[in-house]
């Protein structure tokens, strides 16, 4: 694993992710460890809509569809 350092983080904001963390129980290295994986594992738009243009063409049934935003509204 890589180590990550991060200079300049504003001091509020500081204050706010080591409030967050004491409150989720964590250290603020963990804390902030959480939030880097959560966001590098989330998609961004433009990757959602790259998929669902390479995808227009496939042929989906109703379950599919409602099977994919069961997916999406899990991830949030």
Do not use: F, H
Request: proline share 3%; glycine share 6%; aromatic share 2%.
């Amino acid at each position: 694993m890589t180590a990550l350092t991060i200079r300049d983080v504003p001091d509020d904001a500081l204050a706010i992710l080591k409030a967050r963390a004491a409150q989720a129980g964590k250290s603020l290295q963990a804390y902030a460890l959480d939030v880097l994986v959560g966001e590098a594992t989330r998609p961004t738009l433009a990757e959602v809509a790259a998929r669902a243009e390479s995808e227009a063409g496939a042929s989906l049934s109703t379950s599919d569809v409602l099977s994919a935003i069961d997916d999406g509204r899990a991830g949030r």
